[in-house]
Each structure stands twice: as C-alpha cells, then as structure tokens.
C-alpha cells in the first residue's frame, strides 16, 4: 500500500500523482548533476542533467495529459524540487537557515490538499 492509497487516491489519480513524483525526483538529480557539470564544462554531468530535464518535461506534460491541472502539476513538482534543492544544497555545504526552513514549510503547506 503506497502514498496514493493511503491518501485516497486511486485509477487515474494515482497515475497523475506517480508522474509528478517522476518528474520532481528526475528534476531533483537533474539539479545535482546541474552542480557537478560546474557551468556546463564538465561532459557527464551535464550531459545527465541534461537527460533528467527532459524526463522531467515528459513527466509533467504526461501528468497534465492524464488529467492534471497546469497550476498543480507544476507547482506540486516546482514545490517539491524547492525542498530537494535545499538538501541537495545542505549536501554541498550550503547553510540552512532558520528562514529557508521557515519558507519551505510555508511554500510545502501552500500546496498541500
């Protein structure tokens, strides 16, 4: 029993919600890659982050075709990549301050349903 089941999601629904996981968890490897292509002057990486942008694209445009809104496909993916990118950044050494906590959980609680 997954997440979609146990929120009540089922059929169409479910599919919807699997792609845009899909689509934020390829956009959140696309961003670490993004990181190590160093302005794209490192060939792999870029070359990875570049596949993992376009499989995010096709993810979202799936999601949209089964039956998703625009405004909560992207902003459920573009929320969820905010949280990703702030621990992929921790990763890295970047500092997680008390503000960026406070303004992601603002942002993850805007488009909770």
Known sequence: M???????????HMNVAIQLVLAAVFNIAAIFFL??????TVFWPMVAALVLIGLTQLFISRAMASGASTGVAITAV??????????????????????????LLIAVLGVWQ
């Open 78 to 103: 573009v929320v969820s990549v905010m949280v990703g990118a702030a621990v992929i950044g921790a990763a890295f050494g970047e500092p997680l301050s008390m503000q960026r906590m406070v303004g």
């Open 2 to 12: 997954g997440l979609p089941l146990l929120c009540g999601m089922t059929g169409l």
């Open 35 to 40: 990181k190590r292509a160093d302005g794209f």
